[in-house]
C-alpha cells in the first residue's frame, strides 16, 4: 500500500463516517494508465535535458516521489556505473539539470501534510513555490561532494563510513508532472502536422509561437503572440525569413482547414492564439478517419465525412448522397453505429416509438467516436503486450542461450581475447538458430514500434476527451442498436 501511494496509484482518504482513525483507499485508474507513457516521458527529457535529465526523471518515475537530496545521490551513483566521466557528469550539473527541470515545470513540488498524524498525505505546493529549489544545508552538501570524490577516487572497501547529516529538504518531495510532459507532446504533434502539410518552415513558425506561450500555460489556449514577437524570435533563432515571407506563411497557417491558430487582432501587425481544443480535434478526426478507412474501407469513410458535412441525414439521403446502392450503404452505415462512429436521433409520430412510424437519423459526434476509438486502442495494446509475453515464453530457451552467448562475448572483448576465440564462442549458436533470433528480433521491433504508435494515439485521444467541452448523448431507450444489430444479423 505504500509502495502504490508512493506512485500515486492509490488515494487516501479519512471515514468521515465515524470518529474513528480508519482510512479509506481508491485505487486510481486513470493513473495507473500513465504507465503506457513513461518511455516518452523518458525519451523526451532525453532530448531535452541529455543523459542527467533522462536518469533523473527514470529515477523518479521507478520511486514515485524523492527528495532533491536523495536523487543527486542515486543519479550520480548511475552516473559512475554507468562509465561516465565525473568531471562532465558531477553534482553540481545534475542539480543544474533538475532546476532546469523545475523551472520548465517537468517536476512538481509536494509537501507532507501533517495535520492528520494517522494519514500523511502529499499536498502540492501553490504557484509561487512551484519553482523554489530546497537549499541544502552547509553538512548536507559537504556530505555529498565528499561522497561524490570517494565514488571517483576510492574502492569500496576502503570508504569511511561518515554519520548521514540532515539536508534541509526532509518534507520536500518531488515527483514528474506528467500533465507538462503530455503538453510538450501534444506541441510536438501539433509541429509535426503542419511540417508535413506545408513545409518545414511553417513547422518552425508554429513552434515558435508554442515556445512563446510557454510563459502562461494554459491547456485550452495560449497566450496572444505578437507577429513582432515571433519575427524576432525567428531571426535569433537563424530562421532567414523577410517579414513578408513571414506574413504570407502566417496567413497560410491560420487559412488551415482546422483553423487552430487564428489571428485575433490588428495591434504589432497582427496577434495570433492557438486554440488546443480545435487542434486536438484536427488531430483526432484524422486518427478516426484512418481508423475506418483501414476497417471498412474508402465507401464507409466518404459516408462518414459526408454526415460531418451535412450535419443529420435519414438512410434514404445517405443511400442517394452518396451513390452507394441501398444494401452497401445499410451495411457501412449500422456498422459504424454499432461501434459507436454514429449516433442515431429518433423522431417518432407517437409517444410509443413504433418502428414503423419512426423516423431514423443518424449524425456524427466526435466524442463518442473518441470513446470508441479509445477502447480499440486498448484492446488493441492490451493484445500486443499478450503477444509479446507469448513470443517471449514460447522461445525462452534460445532467448536465454542467446544471451549467455553474448555475456561470454562481451566478458572476452573487455579482456581483449583473440578473435578465434570470439569466434568459437559465436558459433555455439547453430545457422538455424541464429535465423531463428532474427526474425524473433524483427517481430519484437514490430510489436515495440506498433505500441509506440498507439501510445501515441492514445495520449491524443485522452487528451482531446479532458479538454472537449461537448458531451456524449443520452441513449434513448427505444431498440435503436437492437434493430441495427438485427439487421445487420439478417444480411450477413
Known sequence: ??????????????DNRSDSKRVLYAFSLQRALYILHYAKCIHCARQLYGF???????????????RMSTLLIKVYERLIKAGKDPTVHSLQSIKETFKSLVSA????RILIDETKPHIPITIEETSTNLVQIPELTPEGWKYLISNQQEESNEPAAKKIKVPTPTFGDEKIFWKVNFQRFFAHLRDQELIHAFTSRIDSNAG??????LRL?????NPERTISISFIDIAKTISAAGLQLTDETLQKYMNVITSDVNNCIIKIGDQGRGTYEVDFQKALSGLTKAHIQSFLRERYGSNALRIYNMLEERGCLSQKQIEDMAMINAKEAQQYVYSMFIDGMLTLEELSKANDFNPTRTFYFFRVNLYNGVLSLLDHSYKTMSNLMQRHQFEKERH????DKRDKVEAIIHSLREQNADDEQIKEVEDILS????????KLDAAFRKIELAQLQLTETILLLEMFLSISKSVAPAQKKTGGRAVAAKLLETRS
Open 213 to 217: 506561450a510557454e510563459i502562461k500555460p
Open 396 to 399: 525462452r530457451k534460445l532467448i
Open 431 to 438: 545457422p538455424i538458430e541464429k535465423e531463428q533470433i532474427q
Open 52 to 66: 542527467d535529465g533522462e536518469l533523473i526523471i527514470e529515477e523518479l518515475l521507478l520511486n514515485g516521489k524523492q
Open 204 to 209: 518552425e513558425i508554429v513552434r515558435t509561437i
Open 105 to 108: 515545470h517537468f517536476l512538481q
Open 1 to 14: 500500500i505504500a509502495t502504490l501511494a508512493m506512485h500515486d496509484l492509490i488515494e487516501c482518504s479519512s
